[in-house]
Nanobody, 122 residues
Framework: QVQLVESGGGLVQAGGSLRLSCAAS????????MGWFRQAPGEEREFVAA????????VYHDSVKGRFTISRDNAKNTVYLQMNSLKPEDTAVYYC???????????????WGQGTQVTVSS
């Protein structure tokens, strides 16, 4: 069982930046693909970004390309999501996820964190 704990959410003005972190309990963290999903009020949960075990494959949703950067530090069992040029439509609860298979937009990862709220004011 992989436990995931997100942090770094908050309230920011449009155009601002936030960095989300996700700490994983799993000692074999480097064996997992890590991803971020988000869910806005009244909307379905959607894929944001994913990064493979050896950082050989990184995937982004089109709406965040060029603004968000996913990265991981396997030594710290942590994955990050740097979010720049934030827009009000980025407002959502952001979830950290983990799976042994590559995470893509249609994926349903096995492990999920509890989520962290990101609110972008206009």
């Amino acid at each position: 069982q992989v436990q995931l704990v997100e942090s770094g959410g908050g309230l920011v003005q449009a155009g601002g930046s936030l960095r989300l972190s996700c700490a994983a309990s799993e000692r074999t963290f480097s064996n997992y693909v890590m991803g971020w999903f988000r869910q806005a009020p009244g909307e379905e949960r959607e894929f944001v970004a994913a990064i493979s075990w050896g950082i050989r494959s990184i995937v982004y949703h089109d709406s965040v390309k060029g603004r968000f950067t996913i990265s991981r530090d396997n030594a710290k069992n942590t994955v990050y999501l740097q979010m720049n040029s934030l827009k009000p439509e980025d407002t959502a609860v952001y979830y950290c996820t983990a799976d042994r298979s590559m995470i893509v937009p249609a994926s349903k990862p096995v492990f999920w964190g509890q989520g962290t709220q990101v609110t972008v004011s206009s």
